[in-house]
């Protein structure tokens, strides 16, 4: 099978979100930690108000600003780290044909052509709109859903269930 798409800077996006959140433990991490320092300032608020004389708050605004840059890391770190790449990156933004078959993948681009074989793929993931083809464990090949038909989409997903042995 082979499909034809280009690369956009939303499918990037989602693809840095979906190898941030790779393992249950990360995905709550980055969830838990911003809601746990907005709750311990509060307490801070709380006892401030409560015992007015005492200089508590002080003690609190430092984990209350961590918190807030972790939130902002959290929703705006995959924006900000798709755009620098895609922005950067000129070859991320041609056409590109991908075709698979029994030996592996085939991609080609108006640059570049390569093969990958199966096993040379160390994982994969799939988020909402995209899958994650991972050929170490901190690099990857996207593939947006949008560029599969639902046919497609199931023969592709089933095929990397097959062949991608997951080393994680």
Known sequence: MQISYTLTERDLREALTVHRDRT???????????????????FGVMQSVMH??????????????????????????PRYTANKQFEGNKVMQLPLTLGWDDAGLHSTCEVSSGDTAWNALFDWREGESVFLLYYSPASFFVVPKRALTSEGLAEFRERLKLKIKNKT
């Open 52 to 77: 007015p004389g005492e200089e508590k708050l002080a003690t609190y605004v430092p984990v209350l600003g961590v918190g807030i840059i972790w939130a902002i890391g959290l929703w705006g770190g």
């Open 24 to 42: 249950a433990f990360r995905k709550w991490l980055f969830r838990v930690f911003p809601l746990v320092s907005f709750l311990f300032c509060a």
